[in-house]
């Protein structure tokens, strides 16, 4: 009997460790680092912070359903909060998301927006088919950025948020010509195709840049060669030459001979007269 009671006790002390996040954070305090798991979810700035979350939180984040369905089979009440499920989406665990869902865990819009973000379709569906929170324009746009295509035409043919007007923009700074060109054949450029431009010009992205000229109607500024002359991206500048007018300003040219590009600041000379 003595044992029993023992055991009881002991256990219902692991369960207020499991469910405290305050006491969470006490115990890992001296920890020399998160699991490898937990890495990206700890350093994301959208959902809550590793030492915010319960023990159970982190199971779930983690995708260790055996744990979990031990727990309610307890009958722990409300053993993974939102943040839990939030997280287990955000790492891709779809039977524990499902599972969390069967008991009526809640979860946030950053369930969907992390899941897309780090390109999990199948728990992106599953949250849209079955749930009701719903996503913001930080899933697409986080989707754009992480090269996820079929997340982000998954979002464009069954949601409605669409992306932000910095999301072309950076595609467009990173190279990215077929989202580029995704964006551009659905309509998701917002007001930035000058910046897309000028970014992308900077960052020697040719292709891009020419992409632009043909079918972004904002065209670009003077950042674009100036950007492009500073960095020396010579082929832009010369791109840019024949085909735009917005031409640069002297401190492309320079730019240009601070970084050691004589042959871009001779051009400009030549053709600009800076």
Known sequence: MQASKISKSTSSSAFVVLTNPHLVHVVVAFAAGVPVELHHYAKSSYIPTLSSLTLLDHAASMGHLPLLQLCHARRCDRVVSAAGMDAAAFNGHLETVRWLHAIGTPCTVWAMNGAAKRGHLQVVQFLHEHRSEGCTVFAMHNAVVQQHMHVVEYLQRHR????TSY????AAQMGYLEVVKYLHAHQRQGTSGRQAMDLAATNGHLDVVAFLHEHNPMGCTTQAMDGAASNGHFEVVKFLTTHRT????????TRARENGHDDVAGFLALHWRV
């Open 160 to 163: 409605h948020e669409g992306c």
């Open 167 to 170: 999301t072309l923009v950076r």
């Open 246 to 253: 917005e031409g640069c300003t002297a401190l492309g040219a």
